[in-house]
């Protein structure tokens, strides 16, 4: 029986060796060429396209095993009417650009197979419906070093799209992408860079994992990954520059948020709905409306909410979500670090957090002295690369506590932190949860704190920006409005400013990012101009006014975000 078992491990060895060395490469530059090599191909055959730029081309694929790649990285250029619909299994679609096309209201890449890969992949400048779109029968999708950016159509389309199985998780992996340039205002516009689920599937495990991606400049919505189900990992991740948009928790539960920078924008992370979250090892910074938003939801209320060893500095406040009649309920906060704030540390609080040692420095917000926050100067040193970390003499060394939550294990996912036995940046903690530091880096730092995601190390190996324009930049300014009486019970005075021609527009948007009311649109303005705006009909609470200056020359437009109180 051995000898048969030993017998026909070595047929199919000799056999997967033998198919493999003679598989065929099939070189194509035309639609007919491609179908024909298509039609011709056997598994693990390889088709080619030469370098050049092709229009309206479809690659409809429906056989198994296949590698299609461009001739030299980047170097094949589609446009026009071109798309890839897959409905096959373990294709790798490698090295393509996809720039400057318009296929109405179809995907530039749909598929439906399992154990597809895709790689330095370049979208950009197209009108569609999904960049890319990862259908619910699929599992075990990667999506790596590509570029989504700039899309022309900016009404309610999400990026890149993840739908969730009833029955089974889908164990895909988005790595080392990059996210830039999506054209809006934020708020509901849809224009999400990562949308994982629906609404009708937060109850269902996808368990796909995001991570080393980096996000810079997209505006198209208020979300820069909306989560819409349940066991997803987001970890290792750089989110820069994105002056309207957050990472937001939005439907399912256990969600993990672990190891990501969040650095000058709106927001970091929201917590909208669901049970079991975990926001771990986190670095923010200068972020201007709430580095973590807890709502009160009435959907499907937030519970167990567990938010430790992070790293907060010269944010806006924390938000606990305790204005409303479904607050938040057993939210812990425990070894972190939070100091220097625009405003106040925390707002909002529901009287029911458990704190554990966390050190907070500046205007706290909530009443003080209570266990587990420690108002001290945590003793923060900007290194050469401009990131805080712990000095030699920073209480923050060596007393973190335990009563904090172990991260979850997901079966079939990579294996996750569970103690808390890895700073950010990879460094080894102590075991003894006391010998730990508190906040997202452990001292000494030996290892450099900086961005592991980068613009330079994300995307595709090739230059992405040849062809076509890109959307135009915009930056995150603090000179544009200016707002009294703040907080304001009936009539707000809103001074404006532009020192070059710009068409400039200023609107409300409510607590959770809605556009409630236009204040002003503005031709070829320059100079001063103070308006003065009734908020009588404004429900008590706090609002966004949002402005955004659009350079008429041709440079930078600037966005500018403050944050309100109505009161009653």
Known sequence: M?????????????????????????YVDSQQSFDSAQRSAAANDTIIWRNGTFSDIFMDIDKDRLFIAAETLGGTVFNGASRVDITSDYITLKGFQFVGGDIGTRD????????????????????????????????????TYCNFENRINRADQNILSILVDANQPGYHKIQYCSFKNFEGMGNDEGVEPIRIGLSTQANRNSRTLVEYC??????????????????????????????????????????????NFFLKGKGGVRVR???????????????????????????????????????????????????????????????????????????????????????????????????????VDPKL???????????????????????????????????????????????????????????ANEFPHNTLIQPIATEANTGPSYNTSVLTSVARNTRLV?????????????????????????????????????????ITQQKNFSGEMTLTENLDSLAAGIYTIHAISKDLKGGFDRIQTLKFIKSE
């Open 214 to 259: 980096y996000f810079t400049q997209c505006n198209g919505d208020g979300e820069l990954i909306s989560s819409k189900a349940s066991q997803n990992v987001y970890r290792f991740n750089t989110f820069e520059d994105n002056p309207v948009a957050e990472l937001v928790l939005r439907h399912g539960s256990e969600g993990i948020v672990y190891g």
């Open 478 to 518: 603090k000179n544009l409005i200016k707002i009294n009486p703040n907080p304001v019970s009936s009539v707000m005075n809103v001074q404006l400013f532009s020192e070059n021609n710009t068409d400039l527009q200023v609107d409300i948007y409510n607590f959770e990012g809605k556009l409630i009311r236009n």
């Open 381 to 439: 040193e900007l290194n050469s690369a401009g990131f805080w970390g712990l000095s030699a003499t920073s209480p923050a060394i060596d007393t973190a506590q335990s009563g904090y939550a172990p991260l979850p294990q997901f079966m079939g996912m990579d294996a996750i932190d569970t103690d808390v036995s890895f700073d950010m940046m990879g460094q080894n903690r102590p075991a003894v949860v006391g010998e730990k530091d508190l906040g």
């Open 273 to 375: 709905e669901g049970q079991n979250h975990y926001i771990y090892n986190n670095y923010f910074y200068e972020i201007d409306d709430r580095p973590i938003f807890l709502q009160n939801e009435s959907s499907d209320p937030l519970d167990n909410i567990n938010i430790a060893f992070n790293t907060i500095v010269d944010c806006s406040e924390v938000i606990l979500g305790g204005d409303g009649s479904f607050r938040p309920t057993n939210v812990t906060f425990a070894n972190n670090i939070l100091t220097d704030p625009d405003d106040s540390l925390f707002e909002d609080r529901t009287g029911t957090e458990t704190w554990i040692s966390n050190i907070v420095f500046g205007n706290v917000g909530i009443s003080t002295p209570r266990p587990g926050l420690i108002v």
């Open 108 to 143: 530039v890449i749909n598929t439906r197979g399992s154990y597809n890969t895709f790689t330095q992949i370049n979208i950009r400048a197209y009108t569609c419906y999904k960049y890319l779109r990862v259908r619910e029968e699929s599992q075990y999708v990667d999506i």
């Open 2 to 26: 051995k000898n048969a078992l030993l017998k026909s491990t070595f047929a199919l060895s000799f056999l997967l060796v033998f198919s493999f060395l003679h598989a065929t490469t099939f």
